[in-house]
């Protein structure tokens, strides 16, 4: 096993916070992400998770990043690619006892749905309408998919809670 | 064209617009011969904001199809006021009408109720989003006054809030045109609109400007809209800019004699009464074509949902 869950035996500083024996690690999340990255996967400790957060700790790649770890919990594809609104340099360590079994860069999905609430009072998605709030991802921002405002700068701020 | 509904001029090709335009001219030369059309068959109006060249228009075009209107009536009046969701009213119209009509303030709306509905919907203005019919027959207006081809149209006033301004300028991006959009810097085009501007026509086409002056003489058709004084937070910046963007004789002498001008009305004071009677005036003709356009667009949508209910597959659509 290489240095807490780095297959490439970099450290970066990663024993900041514990090893998790399954689940899966959040790494180089930019600096002061890190809640915002439980708010998009709607992990907020109620149910009982097991969750280390690493915030500013030093990186190599990014000068401060951010780590989470979710313990017993393997994310999905999906929630993968949400993540990249936020953490477009995030990779995703699925670990199984102890050993990191799989390793994904995030990839930008062409679709968010039920993630972010439109900042447009305008928009009809902000009433009280029985409707799903949907985002295409642009290059550099997202778009509602019923007002077309366009989002390029505190996507995180979007994150619906 | 074969659409199931009509929220945005972006999803209307230039063959669609063509085919929508060719067909109202056919209507407009034999009313006549679409006059039992479409007997028997319901539109349903929801207008959720006062409307009346719209929705009397869509009046009158299903009435000339011999088909007949279920009008919601006004907010005040209906269960809007009760606090029905716009999902639920769309629901249950559609078992009412054959085809909805939507007008309401609350930009996306007929995307959303598109979504609940299978009878053909029509937006016809969502807040300060879309207004795709208004520009269906705005596109025939400058097709009968200049042309559709190698055209140069200023659009002028409001351009934040127009709605019938962002649908006409998307569908413009089909043709030939170098699209002037003249405003006050508080009214300019949403960032989005020049956004899908530029991915449509790389930009080469679009162009800003506070004045009219430098770009009038070059015009074949200037758009004018109102400057709506309750959009501005404050009296005075409205008075600063108001009347940099009235027309009058005066304003056009340096336009081209054949130049068209247009608006979608209802017009305060941005247009002088005196250029109504010049050769330049064409709204009262435009806010005229919107029946035989509304009537070919109507026929066009009833037609291709009874094929799709009778299982029918192809273009179908009118009688050639």
């Known amino acids: 096993m290489s240095n807490d869950h780095d297959p490439h035996g970099n450290d970066d500083h990663e024993l900041r916070v514990s090893k998790i024996r399954d689940g899966t690690v959040i790494d180089h999340v930019r600096g002061g992400q890190a809640l915002n990255v439980l708010a998009i996967l709607g992990i907020d400790g109620t149910r009982g998770e097991e969750l280390s957060i690493g915030m500013n700790v030093p990186s190599d790649r990014l000068a401060r990043k951010d780590i989470v770890k979710v313990e017993g919990r393997e994310l999905s594809q999906d929630e993968v690619d949400v993540l990249s609104l936020i953490a477009p340099d995030a990779t995703i360590n699925i670990v199984r006892d102890y050993d990191v079994v799989e390793k994904h860069r995030v990839e930008r999905p062409d679709v968010v749905e039920g993630v972010l609430s439109c900042p447009n009072a305008s928009c009809i998605t902000t009433g009280n309408e029985p409707v799903t709030s949907r985002f295409s991802v642009l290059e550099d921002g997202v778009r509602c998919s019923y007002c077309e405002t366009i989002v390029r700068e505190d996507i995180a701020s979007l994150i619906d809670t | ?320």
């Open chain 2, 1 to 320: 064209m074969r659409h199931d509904h009509l929220i945005t001029s972006k999803q209307l090709s230039r063959a669609d617009i063509e085919s929508v335009l060719d067909y109202a001219s056919e209507i407009a030369a034999d009313p006549s011969a679409v006059a039992d059309k479409h007997a028997g068959q319901l539109l349903g109006l929801l207008f959720f904001e006062p409307s009346t060249r719209t929705k009397m228009s869509f009046e009158t075009a299903m009435k000339r199809l011999g088909g007949d209107v279920v009008d919601m009536g006004s907010v005040e009046s209906s269960s809007v006021k009760k606090g029905e969701t716009l999902a639920d009213t769309v629901r249950v119209i559609e078992g009412y009408a054959d085809a909805i009509v939507l007008r309401h303030p609350k930009q996306g709306s007929a995307t959303m109720a598109s979504e609940f509905v299978d009878v053909p919907l029509l937006n016809a203005g969502d807040g300060a989003g879309h207004h795709p019919t208004q520009t269906l027959l705005d596109l025939y207006t400058i097709r009968e006054n200049a042309g559709l081809d190698d055209l140069t149209i200023g659009i002028m006033g409001d351009l934040k809030y127009g709605r019938t301004v962002h649908s006409l300028a998307y569908a413009l991006t089909n043709f030939d045109t170098r699209q002037h959009f003249i405003s006050p810097e508080s009214l300019r085009l949403p960032r989005e609109v020049v956004y899908d501007l530029h991915q449509q026509q790389d930009g080469t086409g679009i162009r800003e400007h506070e004045s009219l002056e430098e770009i009038l003489p070059s015009l074949d058709v200037l758009y004018v809209t109102r400057i709506q004084r309750e959009r501005f937070p404050d009296e005075n910046e409205y008075q600063a800019v108001a009347g940099e963007y009235q027309i009058d004789v005066e304003t056009l002498e340096d336009a081209r004699e054949d130049l068209t001008v247009m608006h979608p009305l209802p017009r305060v004071d941005e247009i002088a009464p005196e250029i109504d009677r010049t050769d330049h005036a064409a709204y009262f003709e435009q806010a005229h074509n919107a029946v035989p356009v509304r009537m070919a667009l109507l026929d066009l949508l009833l037609s291709d949902h009874e094929a799709d209910e009778d299982g029918e597959t192809g273009d179908g659509g009118h009688d050639e």
